[in-house]
């Protein structure tokens, strides 16, 4: 058979055995332009007009399959005469790529927040199940939709580490299909298999490790992954949120991971992808994560502020310690300015808030507020301390951003339960993306002025199946 898309022509052929072209030929039409080159050239309307009277999806993520972006296959079918004879020419009526007809879960990039996490926990649940997915109209509530460099090197890193397919993972992609392996290391050589990934640009490092960091606690073997892009970013978590929150977290679960810093990268402010590329590392063992409970809330038992600084003058962290130890209360004792240096321009305020527990280590918060081109160091502090009084005003132990975190470990651990203050779109859409991949049900009650969050017991036989520690 040698096909041609829609709404060309298709073939059924017999070879000739020609044995200069091994007995081959071409299998159909092959493309006549890239794929970014198609969605520049053509248009919606182009590609309904070109698949009229075909039944095929007609919407912008699959304009790069457009018939216009392959070549004609009657001048392939010529240019082949010698090697295969035409017994049947077929009309195509349809046209289906993709999706439930090929077992791949179906998933609308543009519900609830419709953010990148979307896609980080897509990625890490189709790693962990073995389940393909295809996703349509990514990040479509974003200013800048479909895929940035960090979003498509989430793809990348995924695809490696569980020897997957993919389709349509191009930067301002809005569609793509991701079809996983096995995660390496699977066959347990006892080798510690490693990786680098370079984003390409000062995209968040943290995302991409929060990616791939429960599937690769799933690895049959050990794993280091070093990541190479921005470690201070606008609307994403830094270093530190890992290191000092999400981490200490998943150790308690039973993960046995490490991260260490090598370089700091700094992305100056909103827009700004200036700056020298910072670099962490993840260290990763098998291990299988099992439920947590962080109910209680016990007193703050300890506090530290940061201001940090790379390429600025000390007056700035000074400033805005000052605001954090007026409003808050801290002593200069708690507070720290931290110069890295050689990381790019940029400034970041944290404020850690850590309260004791009583079995297993602290549970901790961390604020982060970056520094901004025009904005005064004031009310960079000012913010970062509305943020912290916020926290403390709640009265419960899981911070929003952890709270949202917790969510993906807790399911596949078949259990965990956490109470925090309301929660954001961005968590309520992450229990949904969950729901598409896992028989674990998540459910959300008010107690008085915070929120119990629990997942229960059920789960599919792929997660059944992670290795123990």
Request: glycine letters at 10%; proline letters at 5%.
């Amino acid at each position: 058979m040698r096909w041609g898309f829609a709404p060309q022509s298709s073939y059924i052929v017999s070879g000739k055995g020609n044995r200069e072209s091994f007995c081959s030929c071409s299998h159909g039409a092959g493309r006549a332009m890239s794929r970014n080159e198609a969605k520049r050239r053509f248009t919606l309307a182009d590609h309904e007009a070109a698949t009229a009277g075909i039944e095929c999806r007609k919407d912008e993520a699959v304009i790069d399959e457009t018939p216009m972006a392959y070549k004609p296959i009657d001048k392939v079918m010529a240019a082949q005469s010698d090697l295969v004879d035409i017994v049947h020419e077929l009309r195509q009526v349809v046209c289906v790529k993709g999706c439930s007809d090929l077992g791949m879960i179906d998933i609308d990039g543009s519900f609830g927040e419709g953010g990148g996490q979307i896609l980080r926990t897509s990625l890490a649940l189709s790693m962990l199940t073995g389940t393909p997915f295809a996703m349509r109209n990514i990040r479509a509530n974003r200013a800048k939709p479909g895929l940035r460099r960090q979003h498509s090197a989430c793809i990348e890193v995924a695809r490696l580490l569980c020897n997957g397919a993919v389709h349509g993972n191009a930067v301002s992609s809005s569609y793509i299909e991701f079809t996983p392996a096995g995660i390496i290391g699977a066959d347990a050589t006892g080798l510690t298999e490693q990786r680098v990934v370079d984003i390409g640009s000062m995209g968040s490092t943290a995302l991409v490790v929060q990616t791939v960091l429960v599937p690769l606690l799933a690895a049959g073997s050990a794993l280091t992954l070093t990541v190479r892009g921005g470690t201070h970013n606008p609307m994403a978590p830094p270093f530190e949120f890992l290191e000092r929150v999400y981490l200490p977290c998943l150790r308690a679960m039973g993960a046995d991971v490490e991260i260490t810093l090598d370089a700091h990268g700094f992305v100056g402010s909103p827009g700004d992808r200036q700056g020298q590329l910072g670099q962490l590392t993840v260290h990763a063992r098998p291990s299988k994560l099992a439920p947590i409970e962080l109910i209680d809330v016990a007193p703050i038992c300890a506090r530290r502020a940061t201001a940090m600084l790379s390429r600025l003058p000390t007056h700035v962290a000074d400033r805005e310690l000052g605001v954090i130890r007026e409003v808050l209360g801290l002593t200069h004792a708690e507070c720290e300015v931290r110069d890295v240096r050689n990381a790019g321009t940029g400034n970041a305020v944290m404020i850690e808030l850590e309260r004791a527990t009583e079995h297993g280590p602290p549970i901790r918060e961390l604020i982060t507020e970056l520094g901004e081109r025009g904005v005064r160091a004031e009310l960079v502090a000012q913010r970062a301390c509305e943020q912290a009084q916020r926290y403390l005003t709640m009265n419960a132990p899981v911070g929003e951003h952890l709270a949202d975190q917790l969510l993906l470990p807790m399911a596949v651990a078949r259990g965990g339960r956490f109470r925090t203050g309301e929660l954001s779109l961005h968590a309520t859409t992450n229990i949904a993306t969950i729901g598409k991949f896992l028989d674990v049900p998540i459910t959300v009650e008010r107690d008085g002025r915070t929120w119990l969050v629990e997942a229960s017991s059920a789960c599919r036989t792929h997660i059944e199946a992670l290795p123990e520690r």
